[in-house]
């Protein structure tokens, strides 16, 4: 049974930064792309990175290019985000997901199959 469950949010200052963490158990982590979305309040779900199994493909939203970088432990089945000089627009709930087939990567909400409970990011101004 695939588990992710993330970790790292809180509250902080605009400007502040914070690391998020997805502990992934059930499956064999090695094998799947991941990737982080976040949905704020009455918004849909919108993607924010995405790294491949191998770690060498990464993508971004433009948004955060530059400030956000995702990064995996594929030792310790541990994904990470590592958000920099945030902004309140970036207040939202952060989930991590599982591709839905093993080495395929995708930048939409349908090639994510598995979510963790989300954790949540409150930016403020």
Request: hydrophobic share 30%; proline share 3%; net charge positive.
């Amino acid at each position: 049974q695939v588990q992710l469950a993330e970790s790292g949010g809180g509250l902080v200052q605009a400007g502040g930064s914070l690391r998020l963490s997805c502990t992934a158990s059930g499956y064999t982590f090695i094998m799947y792309s991941m990737g982080w979305f976040r949905q704020a309040p009455g918004k849909e779900r919108e993607f924010v990175s995405a790294i491949s199994w191998d770690g060498v493909t990464i993508f971004y939203t433009d948004s955060v290019k530059g400030r956000f970088t995702i990064s995996r432990d594929n030792a310790k089945n541990t994904l990470y985000l590592q958000m920099n000089s945030l902004k309140p627009e970036d207040t939202a709930n952060y989930y991590c997901g599982r591709a839905v087939n093993p080495f395929t990567m995708g930048r939409d909400y349908p090639s994510y199959g598995s979510w963790g409970q989300g954790t949540q990011v409150t930016v403020s101004s």
